[in-house]
């Protein structure tokens, strides 16, 4: 019973989450086509990425389902959940790189320097590649790569798959972290860049657009989970089928911050700057 508890709890937290993203995203979409009379190439950017949230949260709602909210799932269970995972590890590179791009392509409009026009180019090529690369790495993990979608105790003999220790598993939350940090980092120096502002303006601005940090910290966290699984088993953790079926609920929280970041960067950023100033700026 406490377990079905505890995973009505975590649903009803990722669901609130989720509609108040929606909310977000929506009166954005609705400020923008009323004030600004068109949306934007980010505004379109942010809304693919709240899809895949959407995926994500849907996802996890199936397997919490399907594993009947239990701390050790049936074995039975197995089988359908796995896909499920596997399914939820290939959304969240995509979605977390449009919320950088969003990012990215929102400074573009905004600053009139050189400087951040090509650094932007260059950083959203950099986040397609990421992707390609992310995708690439969980996909061909295992040989053949059909397997990768079958539970480990029903792969046939002779598959060759990556341990969850080896180094390859570190590519994924390495490329996030360091193109979150490149992302996050083009706002500071943009303002660091403006003379009309004295330090104390710049610093309070640097720390308002730089607020996606957030969003890195946690998603640094949540990539390392798996590195924490002795602790998890000290802590009452009773298999490894568990902590896998929780990655989504992880996933589902830094893709969260991401958005919410994403908005409040790009709602406060343009505040005292007027929609014609900033077209113009394009």
């Known amino acids: 019973m406490m377990a079905h508890s505890r995973i009505a709890f975590m649903l009803s937290i990722e669901y609130t989450m989720l509609l108040v993203t929606i909310l977000i995203v929506s009166c954005r979409f609705y400020s923008r086509t009323r004030i600004a009379f068109g949306l934007g190439a980010e505004d379109w950017t942010i809304f693919f990425a709240l899809l895949g949230l959407i995926a994500i949260v849907i996802t996890h709602t199936f397997m919490t389902t399907l594993g009947f909210g239990l701390p050790s799932i049936p074995r039975s269970q197995i089988s359908r959940l796995w896909p499920l995972g596997v399914g939820v590890c290939l959304i969240y590179p995509p979605a977390a790189a449009l919320i950088r791009i969003s990012v990215l392509q929102f400074m573009r409009r905004l600053s009139p320097h050189q400087f951040v026009f090509y650094t932007t ?30 539970v480990p105790y029903a792969r046939l003999p002779g598959t060759k798959c990556w341990s969850r220790d080896m180094t390859p598993f570190l590519i994924v939350p390495m490329i996030n972290m360091v193109l ?53 088993k000290a802590w009452g953790a009773r298999s490894s089928r568990q902590r896998r079926s929780a990655t989504p609920s992880n996933l589902h929280l830094v893709t969260v911050l991401g958005v919410h970041s994403a908005e409040t960067m790009q709602t406060r950023g343009t505040t005292g700057t007027s929609e014609a100033d900033v077209a113009g700026r394009v």
């Open 121 to 150: 180019y260059f950083l959203i090529a950099l986040n397609i590649v990421g992707v390609i690369v992310s995708e690439c790495t969980i996909l061909f993990r295992c040989s053949p790569i059909s397997a990768f979608w079958v």
């Open 180 to 232: 979150d940090v490149m992302v996050w980092l083009v706002p500071v120096v943009m303002v660091a860049r403006m003379r009309c502002l004295d330090l104390k303006q710049k610093v309070q601005l640097s720390g308002l657009l730089g607020i996606g940090l957030i969003e890195l910290a946690v998603g640094i966290v949540a990539s390392s989970i798996p590195s924490l699984n002795p602790i998890r």
